[in-house]
């Protein structure tokens, strides 16, 4: 399974940003695909998941309310919308997989099998 995520950039404070990530060789049924993201010095921290069975979604607090995650079955890819950026959110943005159900709980590096490429986001005040 390979992972390409893309649709990083610079926004100012206020602003948006969509990520998207294709997966590719998946064949397992049970699949769900997520967004973590990691600052320098810090831990690679959960964002959002998705089922992609239901599209159940899980979010961190951080994010609920200015981060959306959706799939679209079709074409293996995962986006994640980002309003109301501030600058915390500065990251490195990584989009996983992993080949199981989406639980009620924030999602560790460890759960996830699958991983990708990090794409830069940088949110100026």
């Known amino acids: 399974v390979q992972l390409q995520a893309s649709g990083g950039g610079l926004v100012q404070a206020g602003g948006s940003l969509r990520l998207s990530c294709a997966a590719s060789?998946?064949?397992?049924?049970?699949?769900?695909m997520g967004w973590f993201r990691q600052v320098p010095g810090q831990e690679r921290e959960f964002v959002a998941a998705?089922?992609?069975?239901?599209?159940?979604?899980q979010y961190a607090d951080s994010v609920k309310g200015r981060f959306t995650i959706s799939r679209d079955n079709a074409k293996n890819t995962v986006y994640l919308q980002m309003n109301s950026l501030k600058p915390e959110d500065t990251a490195v943005y990584y989009c996983a997989a992993d080949e199981s159900y989406l639980a009620s709980r924030v999602y560790a590096r460890s759960n996830m099998k699958y991983w990708g490429k990090g794409t830069q986001v940088t949110v100026s005040s």
């Open positions: 998705i089922s992609w069975s239901n599209a159940a979604t």
């Open positions: 060789g998946r064949t397992a049924s049970r699949w769900m």
